[in-house]
């Protein structure tokens, strides 16, 4: 079943624990957590004291998901900050291979991202390094935008690439997810929703239970 990856940048920083317990107690195994630097994105978010300092909170997976340039320089103090799944961008790698093998050195699992713009086709010779491929359904760098419309191509296209490769990583789309677009999303071929705005946005718990209606109507519908 396709899963849901709360993404921490859209939470109340000044009640951390609380909201991760809260989602926790929801159902929720995996929290998306956005590291910028000001310059691969034009924004800010937390660093590695904080992913530290919330690592005790909670069991739940951490989905590290590195908006940095050049990320080999912060692949070992994510790892140390308690980072299950570390996850960078293509367009900020010189050498994405040794920063793969960087990030599973350290015991933890690697995602590769790809902004909008960017073919899945450019990961042909790395594909199979990864254990996720994350795709940017909006301009990486804030949360609250709209999905842009071609993502949904873009979301088959790269299923069938995965497919062709002959491997099977997560396929994780970050932006813009809503209620009314994640259906379709899995359908064509999602595994894992980051979903900010639409689930710290309201009453947490009573949007993460619609998407996991959702969630399981397709489940059903696959089974
Ligand atoms: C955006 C971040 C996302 C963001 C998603 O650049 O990578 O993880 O928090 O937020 P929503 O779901 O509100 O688009
Ligand atoms: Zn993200």
Redesign the pocket.
Known sequence: MADLAP?I??ADFKCLEKQLKLIESAGINRI?I?VMDGEF?PNISLGFPVIKAIRPCTNMEFDV?L?VKNPERFIISAANAGADIITVHQEACSHLPRVLAQIKETGCKAGIALNPATSPETLKYVVRDACQILL?T?N??????IFINGMMKKIKECKAFLQAMGCNPYLEL????TIENALECIQNGANIL?????IFNGDIQNNIKQFQTILEQEEQNIC
């Open positions: 993404s940048l859209s998306h956005d994105v998901h908006m940017m909006v990486p760098g804030f949360g609250g935008q970050d932006g813009g997810i980051v979903t900010g705005s639409s």
